[in-house]
């Protein structure tokens, strides 16, 4: 028997699709009591078999995670023991977006939020798109205000394509409309718009001759060319860096030890040329069981008449309305990114309504009751392409079912060692407890000096229910046993993975199977709050466990 160690595995790839699905009744309450056989599963029209089944309720993990002494602990007034966390909320404000009205509203009202409804298992984190003024996850109050305040609309990029040019008048959308689609009726309304606005034309005071008017015309196609593609490129340099922030964002929460939320801040934008980085998001989150809400800072808005303090003279009365009906497109489609992002990764969308605060409190929290479905896709091919997904509950009355759109398939298939890496990251960065295998968890620690500790993690393996096979005439099989340390607000510090080979003798295996095996992890540590996560995995039978443990070494 031998043992080695190597890095933790981060990454992996897997053919097995999930799905999250919300269903709610006709009051848009969570529906909480169905089971595997209710569901029905299609891919590209066609019946999937649903191979796992998860209900996940949001009340059963809080209390699992709070435990039974914590509230009698506040009760009797002696200072509450140390609470594992559970649940993890990102706020991500769009700065580069958001009009400072609207920022400041958002931000009081995630500071009434910190106030009110955090709870000891709670950590929250401020994001930011343009990556300034930014605080990792924490439970310090004080510390969230402090970057809250800090927060002011910040530039990603050179201009701002979402405001209006001064000629001819244009934003992103418009730009998008006649660069990329080459909308007839947007570049004409456009080019009388510059025309309008072009000053050797507003000033002239002589009628123009024909060969004045065909020369303004082509300056004025010029204008409005360029113009759009200097919007359009603006634009789109913006979108990629908002989808490249929030694709990071996803990604460090991916690793965090309970229920992931994001919370989106933003008045939406649109994204044409990058449906794939948004789908990749979209199956990262999902892959990651990272909800993704959204919160339309813009409040209760008015489509076509933006802030009303702002003065409303139209550069060209007559194309004034085609104008506006282009002003209402693009601000739907702004928001439907917001709806999209939440829809597909089961989160929630609130829009239209003043009440900023009310919308966090609704919106931060995972649903009450979600169903976590998976199936590996039939004719499997991995070739990157597009597949939709839909979802049903036949049989069961009115019913509002929320689940993703679709998915891409990865660019090749998943090797064994793929799959033992994604069970062992899946284990890892989960909050759940597994046991496949016996294992037994203990922790020990010594203080070193007054600011130093070590923190020895022992996995006890039950060897006479764990399957070996047999080779040459030794009974085989490999134990991988990984390590990790989180920090009390859940971050991830540190792990190793130790991998036990075992060829073992008759006899050998026979004295094992009495004792069974031990494996001492080791790390250096200072005087804190930690939770540590044990994850075992068997090389034959692909069997998991995993358990979790909480120390406090004093100062």
Do not use: W
């Amino acid at each position: 028997m031998s043992t080695h160690e190597n890095p933790v595995p981060l990454e992996s790839r897997v053919n097995l699709v999930p799905v999250r699905v919300i269903v709610r009744d006709a009051e848009g309450k969570a529906v909480g009591n169905l089971r595997r056989e209710d569901f029905q599963l299609f891919e590209d029209g066609k019946a999937q078999i649903i191979s796992n089944f998860t209900v996940e309720a949001l009340a059963s993990l809080s209390n699992r995670a709070a435990g039974p002494d914590s509230a009698s602990a506040n009760l009797n007034g002696s200072p509450a023991p140390f609470v594992t966390p559970s649940r993890f909320v990102g706020l991500v404000f769009d700065d580069p977006r958001l009009t400072i009205q609207d920022l400041m509203q958002a931000r009081n009202a995630a500071g009434r939020y910190i106030d009110s409804s955090l709870t000891p298992i709670d950590r929250v984190a401020v994001f930011t798109v343009s990556s300034q003024t930014q605080s990792d996850f924490t439970d310090d109050r004080a510390k969230l205000h402090s970057i809250l305040a800090q927060l002011q609309p910040r530039a990603v990029t050179a201009g701002d394509p979402s405001a209006q040019s001064d000629c001819p008048p244009m934003d992103y959308y418009e730009a998008e409309q006649i660069q990329n689609k080459k909308d007839s009726q947007t570049i004409q309304v456009a080019t009388e718009d510059a025309l309008a606005c072009m000053p050797n034309v507003n000033n002239s005071p002589l009628p123009l001759t024909a060969s004045q008017q065909a020369s303004l015309l082509l300056q004025a196609d010029a204008l409005v060319a360029s113009t759009a593609v200097r919007l359009e490129e603006l634009g789109d340099e913006q979108t990629g860096y908002s989808l490249r922030r929030l694709r990071e964002i996803v990604q460090r929460m991916s690793v965090l030890p309970g229920q992931r939320t994001i919370v989106f801040i933003s008045s939406g934008f649109i994204y044409p040329n990058r449906q794939s980085e948004f789908s990749e998001i979209v199956d990262r989150a999902i892959r990651s069981s990272v909800f993704i809400n959204t919160l339309d800072a813009r409040g209760l808005y008015t489509p076509g008449l933006g802030d009303i303090s702002q003065p409303t003279v139209d550069a060209n009365p007559v194309t004034a309305g085609f104008r506006t009906n282009l002003h209402l497109e693009g601000e739907s489609a702004q928001l439907q990114v917001l709806l999209d992002l939440a829809v597909d990764t089961g989160g929630f969308a609130f829009h239209d309504n003043n009440d900023l605060g009310e919308g966090l409190r609704e919106i931060v929290s995972a649903p009450e009751t979600s169903y976590l479905l998976a199936f590996v896709p039939q004719n499997f091919k991995a070739d990157g392409h597009f597949h939709s997904v839909r979802v049903a509950v036949p049989g069961k009355g009115k019913l509002t079912i929320q689940a993703r759109k679709g998915f891409y398939a990865p660019q090749h298939g998943e090797t064994p060692q793929e799959a033992a890496a994604r069970d062992i990251q899946d284990a890892l960065f989960s909050q759940e407890e597994q046991h496949g295998l016996p294992v037994g968890l203990q922790t020990q620690y010594y203080k070193t000096d007054a600011t130093d500790a070590k923190l020895a993690v022992l996995a006890h393996v039950d060897l006479a229910h764990v399957h070996f096979d047999k080779v040459d005439g030794r009974n085989q099989n490999d134990l991988t046993i990984v390590a990790a340390l989180f920090d009390r607000n859940g971050n991830f510090i540190t792990g190793t993975q130790k991998v036990v080979e075992m060829k073992l003798l008759d006899a050998t295996l026979e004295r094992l199977a009495h004792t069974g095996v031990t494996v001492k992890t080791s790390f250096d540590v200072k005087p804190g709050d930690y939770v540590v996560r044990l994850v075992v995995r068997d090389s034959k039978a692909a069997l998991v466990s995993a358990e979790n443990g909480a120390v406090e070494i004093p100062y």
